[in-house]
């Protein structure tokens, strides 16, 4: 198992440009999440999928779009980046059972924006 | 709504010294909860996890975390850190009710001086 995997690993924008970031996870997990770390914030989270076919706004929505593509991908999609999205952005996922459950980071996207 | 609190932001020790870092966390409902690790340049790794049952939880690599439900805290212990715990910790807790949501505190820097 792979686990939960990110792509692209590093990334450098100019303002306004798009782009979007991939996750896959290979654990037949139904919940999958996108957040970001900045320092002295910890995590935030940006958007999450409690289901294939559902997608939430988590703390920090505002500028992104998520997709879930099927139950294994959920992509995140900056439209117009801004210098305020540098940041580091994890993916995670769980299995999505409501007791005993415990979520799986992937590597992360390193982004920034100028 | 809930909240999760770090109060060290930093931490500086030298091998063979104990630790332990704070966590609190608000929420008036029932609780799981988490510490999580990140080495330099990874994603974040599970240490321990708190579900149910004897309130003193065993972790990874000799971490051990205790749960005071009248004081709100799940701090995190180790006897003799060594030169490879340095890394950040967060403390996370997910509410039973909304299984969905995890709240992570702001993160712990610890550095292990040899």
């Known amino acids: 198992n792979a686990g939960v995997t990110q792509t692209p690993k590093f990334q450098v924008l100019k303002t306004g440009q798009s782009m979007t970031l991939q996750c896959a996870q290979d654990m037949n997990h139904n919940s999958m999440y996108w957040y970001r770390q900045d320092p002295g914030m910890g995590l935030r989270l940006i958007y999450y999928s409690a289901s294939e076919g559902t997608t939430d706004k988590g703390e920090v929505p505002n500028g992104y779009n998520v997709s879930r593509l099927n139950k294994r991908e959920f992509s995140l999609r900056l439209e117009s980046a801004a210098p305020s999205q540098t940041s580091v952005y994890f993916c995670?996922?769980?299995?999505?059972?409501?007791?005993?459950?415990?979520?799986?980071f992937g590597p992360g996207t390193r982004l920034t924006v100028l | 709504a809930q909240s999760v609190s770090q109060h060290n932001h930093h931490v500086i020790l030298s091998e063979a010294a104990s630790l332990e870092l704070g966590c609190n966390y608000s929420y008036g409902g029932t609780v799981n909860l988490f510490w999580y690790v990140q080495y330099p340049g990874q994603h974040l790794q599970l240490l321990l996890k708190?579900?149910?049952?004897?309130?003193l939880v065993k972790g990874i690599k000799g971490f051990e975390a205790e749960f005071i439900k009248s004081k709100f805290s799940f701090n995190l212990r180790k006897p003799s850190v060594q030169w490879s715990d340095t890394a950040e910790y967060f403390c996370a807790v997910m509410n039973s009710g909304g299984y969905q949501k995890v709240t992570f505190g702001t993160g712990t820097k610890l550095q292990v001086i040899p």
């Open positions: 995670a996922s769980k299995k999505g059972e409501i007791l005993y459950d415990t979520q799986y």
């Open positions: 708190y579900f149910s049952g004897d309130p």
